[in-house]
């Protein structure tokens, strides 16, 4: 190993990571405070009661619905992102499982939490459409790799 601009720099040959410890564990976290965030806002997205935009009409259940897929995709994506930048052991179909169970998980909480708030309720068709959201955001993401 030789050490070259703060970085440890290993053999191509060996298949080795390239790169400095110091950055990877720093892009870990902010994949991880990102995916906080993102629940963090899709929670209080769910505490506004009666969340209803009487000037849309009949577009405001279509576009609701297109919003809870993709809040949900882009929180497994974020998931995913996070997942990546601390372990890279895993298999990516196995690693899109986990996201997708956990992502199905939180949106099953976020609904169970909607019961609570005036105004508004849970349904299991709004936790099926975050699944295809979730769904979306892991195939992407695996696909990719």
């Known amino acids: ?15 080795r990571i390239i790169g400095s410890t110091k ?7 902010i994949w991880r405070v990102a995916t906080v965030l993102w629940m963090i806002f899709i929670f209080l997205l769910s505490s506004i009661p009666d969340a209803k935009v009487e000037a849309l009409g009949s577009w405001d259940f279509l576009l609701r619905k ?11 994506v974020l998931i995913s992102k996070s997942w990546k930048a601390s372990s890279r052991r895993v298999l990516p179909w ?6 997708f169970c956990f992502t199905v998980f939180y949106a099953a909480s976020d ?4 019961v609570f708030v005036s105004g ?8 099926a459409i975050d ?7 892991v195939f992407g993401v695996t696909r990719r790799r």
Not at 1 to 15: D, E, G, L, Q
Not at 111 to 114: A, G, I, M, Y
């Open 111 to 114: 609904e169970l939490h909607k």
């Open 120 to 127: 508004r309720y849970g349904t299991f068709v709004d936790v």
């Open 1 to 15: 190993m030789t050490m070259k601009a703060n970085a440890w720099v290993r053999a191509p040959s060996k298949n």
């Open 131 to 137: 699944s295809i959201g979730a769904f979306a955001g």
């Open 66 to 76: 297109i919003a809870h897929a993709v809040l949900f995709g882009v929180l497994a």
């Open 23 to 29: 950055f990877s564990r720093g892009g870990v976290r």
């Open 94 to 99: 196995k690693q899109g499982i986990w996201i």
